[in-house]
């Protein structure tokens, strides 16, 4: 039988060794007892940034960072006793000075009597590695120092991990949730939940801010908000779910103070409601028959110019009273929704001209009609005329030092437009879009104008009860315009 030969030998087998080495991917250096640099691969050209004939003859130092330099004696050390040094981790230094994670190998290098003469050292670099494992790290303190519970489990439900705040949280240590079932934590009947919440997961969904119970180890039922979201391998297959839960007790707390607050409030101010609509009801009756008796006693006082004057003042201030109560009847029936309305046809400008008729004797405001065109329309007469009423007598109360009131009224299609226009005290900037709400007052000190702030409020109902709107335009010391639209037919009829 013919002895097989070996494939490669001599120059061939070295050939091929240089070869092996110079494709290699990992860095293989080789140097002298003396740390001399002897060979340097290509792929070391790659790693340090120094190319072969920068870095053959230099010391090894050349890529030790200085903190780092006794490790070579070390390394030296064990090569002479001949023996190997496997998975070194260090750090070395490039040519640009980046510091590089490596696990090294490093083997004696023998010549042919045995004696070592040498080392050979193959780097492989580790920063992914090592990046990896710091990013995994940095990701598990953020776990483990997390204020909300962070939990994961499979898709069957079994726990698979549970940090301190779940600990905290619910009372069961790591070790006792670690493969138990979710259902631990999870109350009775509220345990449809988990298959709603797993059938998002399998979906590939995530479930955000879902507010739910959850039990604790005592028996306690701590309100939270969950989040859960799919865990994927690395094929991108959800192999379970990862869940954070935050105690949200204060908050529920707190919103179960703010409606018992509110409860409250809205129990006094029912309280205030019904105790205004008694009274209103009490005073018109004496009110009433206060005039009749009052009216009465104008006609006995015949020729006594005195007693006619007195009952005519009486009579003028029982009507304020009148209409101030007229106000809180109102009120208090808007307060109770109960404020009816009846709709008719009829001619907007002959109402404002009936309106003013009933102010004719004043000389201190001189009125201005400005009319076009017909202007009828379908709405509430009596409230309408109301709403005329307060704002013409708002703009005679709020112009002490007189002036015209110009009322304009334009109409198209579809609505009719009052202006009433006074050159009076005016208005702050500030607090015009507060005039309409209930008992806002805009008077400033110095006027003593009085009123309950209850008119602009009950006008603003009354326009928008007809789907119409009101605004105000004002320069104060200079006057006020407000003004109301009014569709022709009323769309709450
Ligand atoms: P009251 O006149 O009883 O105070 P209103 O609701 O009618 O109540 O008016 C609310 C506030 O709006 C008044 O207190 C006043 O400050 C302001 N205001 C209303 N009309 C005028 C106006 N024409 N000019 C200046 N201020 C006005």
Redesign the pocket.
């Known amino acids: 039988m013919k002895k097989s030969m070996p494939l490669w030998v001599g120059e061939e087998r070295q050939a091929l060794l240089a070869a092996i080495v110079d494709y290699s991917e990992d860095a293989i250096i080789s140097k002298t007892l003396e740390g001399k640099i002897t060979s340097w691969n290509h792929a070391a050209s790659v790693l340090f940034g120094y190319d072969e004939s920068e870095a053959v003859g230099q010391h090894i130092s050349l890529i030790i960072p200085e903190d780092r330099l006794h490790e070579e004696d070390f390394i030296i050390n064990e090569i002479r006793l001949g023996r190997r040094i496997q998975h070194f981790q260090t750090i070395r230094k490039a040519k640009s000075g980046r510091e590089i994670s490596l696990s090294l190998a490093i083997s004696p290098i023998k010549n042919n009597k045995g004696v070592v003469i040498g080392a050979s050292k193959i780097a492989r670099d580790i920063s992914p590695q090592k990046e990896a494992a710091e990013k995994q790290g940095m990701l598990a303190a953020i776990v483990n120092n997390s204020d909300d519970a962070i939990v994961s489990k499979t898709l069957d439900g079994l726990i698979t991990s549970w940090n301190k705040a779940a600990a905290r949280m619910f009372g069961y240590t790591e070790a006792e949730a670690m493969g138990r079932h979710i259902s631990l934590i999870i109350p009775h009947e509220r345990l449809a939940e988990e298959d709603y919440i797993i059938g998002e997961i399998k979906k590939g969904h995530s479930v955000s801010h879902f507010e739910t119970i959850r039990v604790a180890k005592n028996g306690d039922f701590i309100p939270i908000s969950l989040t859960v979201s799919p865990i994927l391998d690395e094929n991108k297959t959800i192999i379970g779910a990862s869940k954070i839960a935050r105690d949200i007790s204060e908050r529920v707390a707190a919103h179960k103070e703010l409606e018992e607050l509110y409860r409250q409030v809205k129990t006094l101010s029912d309280k205030k409601d019904e105790f205004i609509a008694m009274t209103t009801h009490e005073l018109k009756t004496p009110v009433t028959s206060l005039k009749g008796f009052l009216q009465l006693l104008q006609i006995r006082t015949g020729e006594n110019e005195q007693g006619r004057l007195f009952v005519e003042r009486s009579i003028k201030q029982v009507d304020k009273l009148a209409m101030l109560i007229n106000d809180l009847v109102d009120f208090s029936k808007l307060q109770a929704g109960k404020l009816g309305m009846h709709f008719e046809s009829f001619d907007i400008k002959v109402l404002v001209e009936d309106c003013l008729e009933l102010y004719t004797t004043n000389n201190t405001h001189p009125f201005r009609l400005n009319t076009s065109g017909s202007l009828e329309v379908q709405a509430d007469r009596l409230r309408i005329e109301q709403v005329i009423d ?2 013409v007598s ?2 005679i ?3 002490p030092q007189g002036g015209t009131i110009e009322i304009t009224i334009e109409g198209n299609a579809d609505a009719v437009e009052v202006k009433i226009k ?1 050159e ?4 702050d900037n500030a607090v015009q879009d507060k ?1 309409f709400s209930q008992f ?4 400033k000190p110095g006027y003593s ?9 009950i ?1 603003k109902e009354i326009i928008e009860r007809h789907g119409g709107t009101i605004g105000v335009e ?1 320069v104060p010391g200079k ?2 315009v ?1 003004s109301f639209v009014l569709p022709r037919k009323s769309c709450n009829q």
């Open positions: 307060n704002l708002n703009a109360k709020y112009s006074d009076g005290i005016g208005i005039l806002f007052r805009a008077v104008i009085p009123g309950l702030g209850m008119g602009l409020y006008t004002s006057g006020s407000f």
